[in-house]
């Protein structure tokens, strides 16, 4: 009938996917961001998918690499109707262009910090 079940424990790494564990890539690189840019990044969503949307042409929100979309930052709308400001980072393109698991953590950092960066309208190196 062949095995059920897990074959490592829960908290053994080998447990945690590879969307896990691009999640918590992500969320050491915001958290970082957070503790020194909390006022600026109040408010400020971040989200991850695994591919970009099908669109014939990105705008200039989309960080791209090549023709593939790595990320994309949806300023935001104030009013009656307000939609807070969304970094969106894409793991599939951004897996396939690292090496290893550092590799994956580097980039996801530097993509993160080019987004923000654009947000804010600052230069990614005040926030590196």
Known sequence: RGLRGRL????????????????DLVLDTVETLE???????AGVEFAVEDVPPELNVYDS????????PLARLLPGRPGR????PRIVLYRRPLESRAMDR??????VHDVII???????????????
Do not use: I
Not at 102 to 107: F, I, T, Y
């Open 8 to 23: 490592v424990p829960a908290t053994v790494p080998l447990a945690r996917t590879k969307a896990e564990v691009f999640d």
């Open 35 to 41: 503790r020194r840019f909390a006022k600026e990044l």
């Open 114 to 128: 080019e987004q923000v960066a654009n947000l804010l309208g600052v230069d990614p190196d005040e926030l590196a």
């Open 102 to 107: 550092e590799d994956l953590a580097d980039l």
């Open 81 to 84: 109707q307000e939609v807070p």
């Open 61 to 68: 929100d989309v960080l791209e690499d090549g023709e593939v």
